[in-house]
C-alpha cells in the first residue's frame, strides 16, 4: 500500500467507528431517555402506555399506605391534579408527606403510576430541581430562592 | 505588629525566588536538542536489548535503529543551528526584578488590605469559652450547656433548662430537639408537651405537623383543661381543613376562657376567618404566639396599640418591597378587622395592584373582595 | 493571626503567580536562561505559599474558629476530629482552594523531578500551569474567598452534611482532584509545546509519566467515590451515570486515551497532532467537570454551590482556556511534521483503534451528560437520561474495545501479523470460550449475554497474561531461564499486563454483580427470618443508639447459611440532630468477592421493619480491578526508562539498582 493508501484506509475506518458510535447515540438518545411530566401533564394529555416516565410533584398528606413486604402507595401532587403511584422497595431517607419527590416508571392500564425508583428531597433545602420548577410554574411554590 | 513582621517575611521569600535564581543562573543557554538527542539514544540502547532478548527481530530492530538515528541526526542539527542563542535581553531581566521586589509587595499588599481583616485575631472555640464570664454572651453560655449536654446528654434537666433558651434566641429546631429529648429522659407531662409542639409548630413556620398535633393531644390527655394545646389543635383543625371541627374546637375553647387570656383575641378571629360565630366581641388577626402572650400582660390599651403597630409594619413592607398574595390579604383581613373600611377599600385597591400580573393570587383577591363586600 | 497569614499568603501567592505567568515563558521564547531559570523556585514557591494558607484554613477548623465565615457554616465543635479536617474540602471554598493546591503541588513536582525535561519546555510548561494557578486564585479570591470572617462571632457552627460525613468522602475529593487537576500538567506541556513549535518523539516521553501519574490518582478516585456511593448511600448501586461521576469519568476516558495515543508518539513519531489536541482536551473535560460540579448547574449532593456568580466566573476560565488553547492548537498544529508510517494491522493501528474507541466512549457520555442541560437551557424541556442511555450506548462501544485489547499486545510496530498473534492467543481464546460455556450451563441458557461478558473478561485477563508468558518463552528455554527473562522484562511491559488484566478484573466483576445479583424486599417482625441466595437472615430487634452527633436505629440481624452462623448484620437509620437530616447506613458482609448488602426502611408501628437485601456475586471485583489497573500504573510509572532524557545525569551517574 502506498502512503496515501494508508492514510484513506485510517481515515475511512476511523470515519466508519465514529459513524457507528453517532448512529448508536442517537438512537438511543430517541429511545432511551425519559421525560419529566407532572401530575397535571399526566391526566391532561395521553402517555402511551408502557412508556417511561418521570413523575414529580409533592406527596399528597395523607395518601401514604404501606402495604406487606415493603409495598407502598401514595399519591403525588401538584395541587391542581394527583397521581395514584405504587412502589415497591425502600423509600428514601427524605421522603415524607407534603413534601417533594421524583418517581419514575410506567404508568399502567390501571391508571396507576408504577414506580422503580422513587427520589425525595437530597436535604432540607432542596427539592428535586423540576419539580420546583413545576410547582412554581403553577404558582404553589414559595419556597425562597437565591437571586439569579 | 507581629503579623506585619509575617507578611513582610512571606514577601521577601517569594520575592527571592525570583530574584535568587535569576541572579544565579549562567547567562547562556543550553540548546534543549541535547535533551532530545539523550532520549533517542537512550532509545537506540533499548532496541539493542529488545533484540538481545529476542523480542523483536533483527529487520525489525534495524527498521528502528534506522528511524531513531534520523531523529537523532535531526536533533542534533537543530542544536547547532540554535547553540549560538546568546542572550542579550538586559532589558527584560530589569523587567523581571522590578516586578518582583516592587510590584509583589505593592500588588499583595494592596490586594490584601482590600480583602484581608489584619485586625481580627484568632478566635478559637476553647479559648473564647474559657474567657466567658457568667454575664457574657448568652450564646457562649448556651455552648458551655451544649458541651456538658454532649458529655452528659442522659441528663434531662439539662435539655429542660437548654430548650426555652433557645426558643428566645430563634433557634427552633434545637428546640425542638431538647424538648425531645427532655421528654424520652425525664417523662411526658402536659407541659412538656405543649412546649414541644409549640416549638415544632413555630419551626414549621406556624403549620401543626402531625408529630406536633400528637404532642398537642398527649397534653390535652394529661389535662383536658390546658388552653394552649387546645388552642394549637383547633389551629390545626383550620389547617387540615375540617372547618366545622374547629368551629366546634374553638367554640369549647372560649366557652372555658374567662375572657381575658392573652389568646382570646386570636382564638376569635381565626373562628371568624373559617366561618364560625364568636360568642363574644372582635378582635385582631395574625399576630405570632410570643406577641400573643406579650399582649396578655399588656392592657386593653396597649394591645390595641400593638395590634395597630403590627398593621402598620406589614402595611408599610407591602408597600415599600412588596409582597405575596397571602401577605396582602393578610392586610385585608387585618384592616377589615380592625373596623378601618378606608384603608380596608384602599389595600384592597393596593393588592389588585401589586399582583396584577399573577392570574392566581388576583382570582383569590377577587373572592376574597367579594366575601368582605369591599369593591374590587 | 494565623488566619490572616493564610489569607496573605493567598493573595501573595495570586500575585507571584502573575509573574510566573510571564517571566519564564517569555524567557523561554527569548532562549534567556536566567529568565527561564525562575520558574522552579518560584513554582515551588507557590506550592509552599498555598500550602501555608490551607494548612491555615484547617487550623481553623481544628480550632473551631467561628470567626471565619466558612467556618461558621461547615463545622460544628461536635464534630469528631477526623471530619473536622474534612470538612476543610466538604464546601465549596475549601474544595476550591484544594484544587489549586495540587494543581502547584504537581507545578512544584514537575520543578523538581522534571531533571530530564529541557530548559525550555520546562520554564513554558511551568509558566502555563501558572496561568491556570492565577485564574482559579482569582475566582477564589473573587468569588469563593475561604478566609472572610465574622463579628461577633457566632457561638457554634452549622455542621457538614451528614452524608458527606464519611470517611471515604474525606479521601475522595482529594484523590479524585489529584487525577482531575494533574492532567492540567499535561495541559500545560501541550500548549508550551505548542508555543515552542517543538513537538516531537521527546516530548511524548517526557509528557509520559506526568499523564500516567494523573491517571492512576484519578482511577483511584473514581474508585473510591464509586465504592462510597456504593455503601452510603443505601441504594445498593456502585455507578449510577450520575452527572457528577460522568465529569470524572470522561477526563479518565480521554486520558486513557492519551496515555495509548503518547505510546506511539514516542516510539514512532506519528500521531503527534492527535496526542497534542488529547492533552488539551483531556484537562478540558477536567475543567468541564468542575464547572458542572462547582457552578451548581446540576444540583446534587456534590453541588454545593448555588451562587450563579461562580458559575459565570469559571465558565469564563473554561471558555478562555478551551478557546485559546485550541485557537493555538488550530494555528501551530499543522506546521507539525509528519511521523513514521505504519500498516493498518500493526501495534500503532491497534493504538488508533483504542483511541477512536475511547474517544467514541466519552463523546457518548459527554453527550448523555450535557443533552439534559442543554435542552433545559434552550427548549425548557425537562429530560432524564439515565442509564438506558449509557447502557446502550457506551456498551456496545467497550466490547469491541476489550475485544481487540489482547491483540494489541501482542501485535509488533509498523506491520502486525495478525494470523500469528491470533496463533499466540488460541490459549486464551480456549479459556475465554470455557468461561462462556461454564457459565451458560451453569446458570442456563437465558443467561447467555452475561456468559459472553464473562467470557470477554476472562479472554482480556488471559489474552494479557499470555503476552508476559509468550515473552519468557518457557517452552524454548526453560523454567529458570524463563523467570528470569520474565524479571528483566521492562516494567513497563509488567504495567501493561497489570493495567490491561486489572481491566478484565473489574469487567468481571462489573457482569457478575450486575446479570446474577438477587434481591429480596421484606418487611421482618423480630424473630423473623428471610432468605436470599441460600443466606438465611433472622430479624433479632431494633434499638436505638447514641454517636458522637447522630442518634440511630440499629436493627441487628444474623445470617446463616447452611444452618451455621456466618456473620451478623448491624444496619441502620441515622438522623442527625444538627440538620435534623436522616441517612441509611447499609451493612455489608463480604464472601470470598461476593457481598451481601442490607439497609433498612421504615419501622411499621407494629414492630416490623422494612429491609431490603442483596446479593452480589464477585462484586468486590470491580474495585480489585481498578486496583490491579492502579498498580500497573505504578509499576510502569517506576521503569526507569521514563526519566531518561537529562544530558548529564543521564550518562554519568550509574543508575541506581532497582
Known amino acids: 500500500m502506498t502512503r496515501k493508501q494508508r492514510r484513506?484506509?485510517?481515515?475511512?475506518?476511523?470515519?466508519?467507528?465514529?459513524?457507528?458510535?453517532?448512529?448508536?447515540?442517537?438512537?438511543?438518545?430517541?429511545?432511551?431517555?425519559?421525560?419529566?411530566?407532572?401530575?397535571?401533564?399526566?391526566?391532561?394529555?395521553?402517555?402511551?402506555?408502557?412508556?417511561?416516565?418521570?413523575?414529580?410533584?409533592?406527596?399528597?398528606?395523607?395518601?401514604?399506605?404501606?402495604?406487606?413486604?415493603?409495598?407502598?402507595?401514595?399519591?403525588?401532587?401538584?395541587?391542581?391534579?394527583?397521581?395514584?403511584?405504587?412502589?415497591?422497595?425502600?423509600?428514601?431517607?427524605?421522603?415524607?408527606?407534603?413534601?417533594?419527590?421524583?418517581?419514575?416508571?410506567?404508568?399502567?392500564?390501571?391508571?396507576?403510576?408504577?414506580?422503580?425508583?422513587?427520589?425525595?428531597?437530597?436535604?432540607?433545602?432542596?427539592?428535586?430541581?423540576?419539580?420546583?420548577?413545576?410547582?412554581?410554574?403553577?404558582?404553589?411554590?414559595?419556597?425562597?430562592?437565591?437571586?439569579? | 505588629m507581629m503579623i506585619w513582621i509575617a507578611f513582610a517575611l512571606l514577601t521577601a521569600l517569594a520575592a527571592l525566588s525570583v530574584l535568587v535564581p535569576m541572579a544565579r543562573a549562567r547567562k547562556e543557554t543550553v540548546s534543549p536538542a541535547a535533551n532530545d538527542a539523550e532520549v533517542y539514544r537512550a532509545q537506540l540502547h533499548e532496541v539493542e536489548r529488545d533484540l538481545e532478548r529476542g523480542l523483536i527481530d533483527a529487520e525489525q530492530a534495524e527498521g528502528a535503529r534506522t528511524e531513531i538515528a534520523r531523529r537523532l541526526i535531526a536533533a542534533?542539527?537543530?542544536?547547532?543551528?540554535?547553540?549560538?542563542?546568546?542572550?542579550?535581553?538586559?532589558?527584560?531581566?530589569?523587567?523581571?526584578?522590578?516586578?518582583?521586589?516592587?510590584?509583589?509587595?505593592?500588588?499583595?499588599?494592596?490586594?490584601?488590605?482590600?480583602?484581608?481583616?489584619?485586625?481580627?485575631?484568632?478566635?478559637?472555640?476553647?479559648?473564647?469559652?474559657?474567657?466567658?464570664?457568667?454575664?457574657?454572651?448568652?450564646?457562649?453560655?448556651?455552648?458551655?450547656?451544649?458541651?456538658?449536654?454532649?458529655?452528659?446528654?442522659?441528663?434531662?434537666?439539662?435539655?429542660e433548662v437548654l430548650a426555652p433558651v433557645y426558643m428566645r434566641l430563634g433557634r427552633t429546631t434545637d428546640a425542638v430537639n431538647a424538648y425531645r429529648s427532655a421528654i424520652r429522659l425525664l417523662g411526658s407531662d402536659a407541659r412538656r408537651e405543649t412546649d414541644f409542639g409549640e416549638a415544632l409548630t413555630i419551626a414549621n413556620q406556624g403549620l401543626v405537623s402531625a408529630e406536633a398535633r400528637v404532642a398537642f393531644e398527649k397534653a390535652v390527655a394529661a389535662d383536658p383543661k390546658a388552653a394552649k394545646p387546645r388552642f394549637f389543635l383547633a389551629i390545626a383543625l383550620g389547617q387540615e381543613g375540617k372547618t366545622q371541627e374547629a368551629i366546634a374546637a374553638w367554640q369549647a375553647l372560649l366557652a372555658d376562657a374567662e375572657g381575658n387570656e392573652p389568646w382570646v383575641e386570636v382564638a376569635l378571629s381565626e373562628l371568624k376567618k373559617i366561618g364560625g360565630e364568636p360568642p363574644a366581641a372582635a378582635s385582631a388577626p395574625g399576630p405570632s404566639v410570643e406577641d400573643v402572650e406579650a399582649a396578655g400582660a399588656m392592657s386593653d390599651e396597649e394591645r390595641a396599640q400593638m395590634i395597630g403597630e403590627m398593621v402598620a409594619r406589614l402595611d408599610e413592607r407591602l408597600a415599600r418591597d412588596g409582597g405575596s398574595a397571602e401577605e396582602w390579604m393578610r392586610l385585608i383581613r387585618a384592616y377589615q378587622v380592625l373596623g378601618e373600611k378606608d384603608k380596608t377599600a384602599a389595600s384592597v385597591k393596593r393588592a389588585a395592584a401589586a399582583l396584577r400580573d399573577d392570574p392566581a393570587a388576583s382570582e383569590a383577591l377577587r373572592s376574597l373582595a367579594q366575601e368582605i363586600g369591599v369593591p374590587l | 493571626m494565623i488566619v490572616e497569614i493564610g489569607h496573605y499568603a493567598l493573595v501573595l501567592a495570586f500575585v507571584l503567580s502573575l509573574v510566573q505567568s510571564v517571566v519564564p515563558v517569555y524567557g523561554a521564547l527569548k532562549a534567556d536562561n536566567r529568565l527561564m531559570a525562575t520558574a522552579a523556585p518560584v513554582s515551588g514557591m507557590l506550592f509552599l505559599l498555598v500550602g501555608l494558607s490551607f494548612a491555615a484554613l484547617t487550623a481553623a477548623y481544628l480550632s473551631s474558629d467561628f470567626s471565619v465565615v466558612n467556618v461558621f457554616e461547615n463545622s460544628h465543635s461536635a464534630k469528631p476530629l477526623v471530619y473536622k479536617i474534612s470538612g476543610v474540602w466538604g464546601n465549596h471554598e475549601g474544595s476550591m482552594l484544594l484544587w489549586?493546591?495540587?494543581?502547584?503541588?504537581?507545578?512544584?513536582?514537575?520543578?523538581?523531578?522534571?531533571?530530564?525535561?529541557?530548559?525550555?519546555?520546562?520554564?513554558?510548561?511551568?509558566?502555563?500551569?501558572?496561568?491556570?494557578?492565577?485564574?482559579?486564585?482569582?475566582?477564589?479570591?473573587?468569588?469563593?474567598?475561604?478566609?472572610?470572617?465574622?463579628?461577633?462571632?457566632?457561638?457554634?457552627?452549622?455542621?457538614?452534611?451528614?452524608?458527606?460525613?464519611?470517611?471515604?468522602?474525606?479521601?475522595?475529593?482529594?484523590?479524585?482532584?489529584?487525577?482531575?487537576?494533574?492532567?492540567?500538567?499535561?495541559?500545560?506541556?501541550?500548549?508550551?509545546?505548542?508555543?515552542?513549535?517543538?513537538?516531537?518523539?521527546?516530548?511524548?516521553?517526557?509528557?509520559?509519566?506526568?499523564?500516567?501519574?494523573?491517571?492512576?490518582?484519578?482511577?483511584?478516585?473514581?474508585?473510591?467515590?464509586?465504592?462510597?456511593?456504593?455503601?452510603?448511600?443505601?441504594?445498593?448501586?456502585?455507578?449510577?451515570?450520575?452527572?457528577?461521576?460522568?465529569?470524572?469519568?470522561?477526563?479518565?476516558?480521554?486520558?486513557?486515551?492519551?496515555?495509548?495515543?503518547?505510546?506511539?508518539?514516542?516510539?514512532?513519531?506519528?500521531?503527534?497532532?492527535?496526542?497534542?489536541?488529547?492533552?488539551?482536551?483531556?484537562?478540558?473535560?477536567?475543567?468541564?467537570?468542575?464547572?458542572?460540579?462547582?457552578?451548581?448547574?446540576?444540583?446534587?449532593?456534590?453541588?454545593?454551590?448555588?451562587?450563579?456568580?461562580?458559575?459565570?466566573?469559571?465558565?469564563?476560565?473554561?471558555?478562555?482556556?478551551?478557546?485559546?488553547?485550541?485557537?493555538?492548537?488550530?494555528?501551530?498544529?499543522?506546521?507539525?511534521?509528519?511521523?513514521?508510517?505504519?500498516?493498518?494491522?500493526?501495534?500503532?493501528?491497534?493504538?488508533?483503534?483504542?483511541?477512536?474507541?475511547?474517544?467514541?466512549?466519552?463523546?457518548a457520555v459527554f453527550v448523555g451528560t450535557l443533552y439534559p442541560l442543554a435542552l433545559e437551557a434552550l427548549a425548557n424541556d425537562k429530560i432524564s437520561v439515565g442509564p438506558p442511555f449509557f447502557n446502550l450506548t457506551f456498551g456496545p462501544i467497550m466490547v469491541p474495545l476489550l475485544m481487540v485489547v489482547p491483540f494489541g499486545q501482542f501485535l509488533a510496530w509498523k506491520r502486525g501479523d495478525l494470523l500469528a498473534v491470533a496463533q499466540r492467543l488460541w490459549a486464551a481464546f480456549a479459556v475465554a470460550i470455557g468461561a462462556v460455556l461454564v457459565v451458560a450451563w451453569s446458570q442456563g441458557v437465558e443467561h447467555v449475554l452475561a456468559a459472553l461478558g464473562i467470557g470477554l473478561a476472562f479472554w482480556v485477563i488471559a489474552g494479557s497474561l499470555s503476552e508476559i508468558l509468550s515473552r519468557a518463552r518457557f517452552r524454548d528455554v526453560g523454567l529458570a531461564t524463563g523467570i528470569r527473562r520474565l524479571a528483566g522484562l521492562p516494567r513497563s511491559a509488567w504495567g501493561t499486563v497489570l493495567g490491561h488484566a486489572g481491566l478484565g478484573v473489574s469487567v468481571l466483576g462489573i457482569v457478575a454483580a450486575t446479570a446474577f445479583q438477587t434481591e429480596a424486599i421484606r418487611t421482618l417482625k423480630p424473630g423473623e427470618t428471610m432468605t436470599i441466595s441460600g443466606y438465611d437472615l433472622t430479624f433479632r430487634g431494633i434499638a436505638p443508639r447514641r454517636g458522637p452527633n447522630y442518634v440511630e436505629d440499629v436493627a441487628h440481624l444474623e445470617v446463616r447459611h447452611g444452618g451455621t452462623l456466618v456473620s451478623e448484620l448491624d444496619p441502620a437509620k441515622r438522623v442527625y440532630p444538627a440538620r435534623q437530616q436522616p441517612t441509611t447506613e447499609s451493612a455489608i458482609a463480604t464472601y470470598g468477592f461476593s457481598q451481601l448488602y442490607l439497609s433498612v426502611g421504615e419501622v411499621r408501628n407494629d414492630g416490623g421493619v422494612d429491609m431490603r437485601a442483596y446479593y452480589k456475586p464477585l462484586v468486590t471485583l470491580i474495585w480489585l480491578g481498578t486496583l490491579v489497573m492502579a498498580a500497573g500504573g505504578v509499576v510502569s510509572l517506576s521503569d526507569r526508562r521514563l526519566r531518561v532524557g537529562a544530558p548529564k545525569s543521564g550518562r554519568a551517574q550509574p543508575v541506581p539498582a532497582e
Open chain 3, 100 to 363: 489549586v493546591l495540587i494543581l502547584v503541588f504537581f507545578g512544584s513536582l514537575v520543578a523538581a523531578f522534571g531533571r530530564n525535561i529541557p530548559d525550555v519546555l520546562k520554564a513554558a510548561t511551568l509558566g502555563v500551569q501558572a496561568w491556570i494557578t492565577a485564574a482559579f486564585l482569582a475566582f477564589i479570591l473573587a468569588t469563593s474567598n475561604p478566609f472572610l470572617r465574622l463579628l461577633p462571632a457566632p457561638a457554634e457552627g452549622q455542621d457538614l452534611n451528614p452524608i458527606l460525613q464519611d470517611l471515604g468522602l474525606a479521601i475522595h475529593p482529594p484523590l479524585l482532584y489529584l487525577g482531575y487537576v494533574g492532567f492540567s500538567i499535561t495541559f500545560a506541556f501541550a500548549v508550551a509545546a505548542l508555543i515552542l513549535g517543538r513537538l516531537d518523539a521527546a516530548w511524548a516521553r517526557w509528557v509520559r509519566p506526568w499523564a500516567l501519574l494523573a491517571w492512576l490518582f484519578l482511577t483511584l478516585g473514581i474508585s473510591m467515590g464509586s465504592y462510597w456511593a456504593y455503601y452510603e448511600l443505601g441504594w445498593g448501586g456502585w455507578w449510577f451515570w450520575d452527572p457528577v461521576e460522568n465529569a470524572s469519568f470522561m477526563p479518565w476516558l480521554a486520558g486513557t486515551a492519551l496515555l495509548h495515543s503518547a505510546l506511539v508518539m514516542e516510539k514512532r513519531s506519528a500521531l503527534k497532532i492527535w496526542t497534542v489536541l488529547l492533552a488539551i482536551l483531556t484537562f478540558s473535560l477536567s475543567l468541564l467537570g468542575t464547572f458542572l460540579v462547582r457552578s451548581g448547574v446540576l444540583t446534587s449532593v456534590h453541588a454545593f454551590a448555588t451562587d450563579p456568580a461562580r458559575g459565570v466566573f469559571i465558565l469564563a476560565i473554561l471558555c478562555v482556556f478551551i478557546g485559546g488553547s485550541l485557537a493555538l492548537y488550530a494555528w501551530r498544529a499543522p506546521a507539525l511534521k509528519q511521523g513514521g508510517i505504519f500498516a493498518p494491522v500493526s501495534r500503532e493501528g491497534a493504538l488508533v483503534l483504542n483511541n477512536l474507541l475511547l474517544t467514541a466512549a466519552c463523546v
Open chain 1, 8 to 148: 484513506l484506509t485510517l481515515i475511512g475506518s476511523a470515519g466508519v467507528v465514529l459513524a457507528l458510535a453517532a448512529g448508536l447515540i442517537l438512537y438511543a438518545l430517541n429511545d432511551q431517555i425519559v421525560f419529566f411530566q407532572s401530575p397535571t401533564d399526566i391526566v391532561a394529555r395521553t402517555i402511551p402506555e408502557g412508556s417511561r416516565i418521570r413523575l414529580g410533584g409533592l406527596v399528597e398528606e395523607g395518601s401514604v399506605t404501606r402495604g406487606d413486604n415493603a409495598r407502598v402507595s401514595f399519591k403525588v401532587t401538584d395541587l391542581e391534579a394527583s397521581v395514584p403511584v405504587t412502589y415497591v422497595g425502600l423509600l428514601p431517607d427524605l421522603f415524607r408527606e407534603g413534601q417533594g419527590v421524583v418517581a419514575e416508571g410506567v404508568i399502567g392500564q390501571d391508571g396507576i403510576f408504577h414506580a422503580d425508583k422513587v427520589l425525595a428531597k437530597h436535604d432540607e433545602t432542596y427539592m428535586p430541581k423540576e419539580v420546583a420548577d413545576a410547582l412554581k410554574d403553577k404558582g404553589v411554590w414559595q419556597g425562597e430562592e437565591k437571586p439569579k
Open chain 2, 76 to 159: 542534533g542539527r537543530a542544536g547547532s543551528s540554535q547553540e549560538s542563542g546568546e542572550a542579550k535581553g538586559e532589558t527584560s531581566l530589569r523587567f523581571a526584578r522590578l516586578a518582583a521586589i516592587a510590584m509583589l509587595p505593592l500588588a499583595a499588599v494592596g490586594l490584601y488590605l482590600e480583602l484581608g481583616s489584619p485586625d481580627i485575631p484568632d478566635q478559637p472555640l476553647a479559648a473564647r469559652i474559657a474567657a466567658a464570664d457568667a454575664n457574657t454572651d448568652i450564646n457562649l453560655l448556651v455552648a458551655q450547656v451544649e458541651r456538658h449536654l454532649a458529655e452528659n446528654p442522659q441528663d434531662g434537666r439539662g435539655w
